[in-house]
């Protein structure tokens, strides 16, 4: 008989699973990580929850088992919050494991650390188990089962020190779990879809996250191909065509710059796009659209025209059977993707700035490093200079958008992958959130290349409070040497200064074998031009 904690390691293992993340509780986790630790599966320790739930959440992303993540009884399931509502706003499987305690016995006072944590992460997990002591191994692969169905997401185990050390019903490991089949498109679906997109003389296709994966990316690019249109795609689906692809236009969120692109464009067609990657606001196209998507019931932005629901793959074969060449001229496309980029640019008097920053560490970087890249106002330039490949190669937090991103999903793209190094991107104000993670970088000798953009202040809510004419309060904070701070993490540090050569320091740091930190002092005076031309 296997206690229960025994039986979600084994779970884990069949599913692929092979690190967990979290901070342990004194209570069942112990019990949890004694078992994976039977059963192969390592623990990361990290320096707090929420970052242990990103780099879960990132790492199922990556590597397609879902992620673990183990904390402890009330203030450490409470401070996972941010990182489950990553991974349910990001659609990634991850199932949280979270410390119980046990009913108080009649006439006992016992409030301390007690809360409904099933009402704490009820409004973000799919699913939520408390077994009872002798409770067998089913319940864990329902949760894990659930995780993995669209759309994915997050999912709670409440584990008491009772219910993990005991024995349940023998599960058979291994057993077959039923999976949908395929069937193929509805043929009046079919029909409309490919009508529609005979009509069109000028489509623009938006991808989104589905494309990421490898048969749906190879799929938008035979597409594209076909049609000879321009592509765009989400922050989460960069790469899924390639960015120095001739047809590749640029990153497509919804606001008004790339709205702008779709002027020419008399079809729209999203190919995998989750309607929760785009920024709230009016749709700007007046145009028929056709969605293809892997599941249907999506609250698109504008009702499509037509839709095709199933494999991506199978839906391009079909639909390029009776298609013909696009409108399009390369000089248009290209025309497209300068007009998109001319927002990046940083225009009038500054000193150093985050295009100049983005553009040094891409000429030092070494061919196929990854980017992870933190919310703020550093963004627009790192997502729109850098180059990408495949997907996969460029890691953001789009559904949530959450700050403290970078650093624990570098690490989590390190683990998963340990020769590929990788460049964080982040402002000052996202890396304060998750400063200790350095240490975990640290001691698990992840070859990440940290690069703050220093401009000690909130830089993005610094140009809204400035476009309001507010005074600037709340937003600002002193200078601080971050190459310190990271060096006492035991990571190597270098700082920068704005008139500082900063190609040297990143040299060295892309040369270090191990963690380091690159604290780049930048002029935040051109963020303001360049968020007016990409926001409006």
Known sequence: METLAQGLAAACRERGVRRAFGVPGGASSLDVIDAFAADGIDFVLTHGE??????????????????????????????????????????????????????????????????????????????YAR?????????????????????????????????????????????????????GHDLVALAEASELLADASRPLIVAGMEARAPAASAALRQLAQVLGCPVM?????????ADTDPLAVGCFTGASADARCLDGADLLIFFGLDPIELLPGPWRFEGPVLALALHDGYDYPAAPTASLAGELARAVTALIATARPSGWSAPEIA???????????????????AEDVVSAVRGVAPAGARLTVDSGAHMFAAMGLWQAEAPGDVLKSNGLSTMGFALPAAIAAALEEPARPVVAMTGDGGLHMCLAELATAARHRCRVVVVVFNDSRLSLIDIKQQRQQRASRGVRFGEMDHAAVAQGLGCRGWRVGETDPLAPALAEAFAHDGPALVDVVVDPGAYNAQYEALRG
């Open 50 to 127: 929420t970052a242990a739930a990103l780099m879960a959440a990132v790492g199922a992303e990556l590597g397609g088992a879902p992620g673990v993540v183990v904390t402890g009884v009330g203030p450490g399931a409470a401070s996972a919050v941010n990182g489950i509502a990553y991974a349910a706003l990001e659609r990634a499987p991850v199932l949280l494991v979270s410390d119980a305690l046990a009913e108080p016995a009649p006439g006992h006072h016992a409030l301390h650390q007690r809360f409904d944590q099933q009402a704490l992460f009820a409004p973000l997990v799919k699913a």
């Open 233 to 241: 795609t989400t922050y989460k689906a960069k790469g899924a065509i």
């Open 131 to 183: 077994p009872e002591p002798g409770t067998g191994r089913g319940v864990i692969d329902a949760l894990l089962d659930s995780a993995a169905a669209h759309p994915a997401g997050p999912v709670q185990l409440d584990l008491t020190s009772a219910a993990a050390g005991d024995s349940g019903p023998l599960v058979p490991p291994g057993r077959e779990r039923t999976q949908a089949v395929e069937t």
């Open 335 to 353: 025309a497209l993707r300068r007009r998109l980029r001319s927002g990046l640019a940083m225009t009038g008097p500054h000193g150093r700035s």
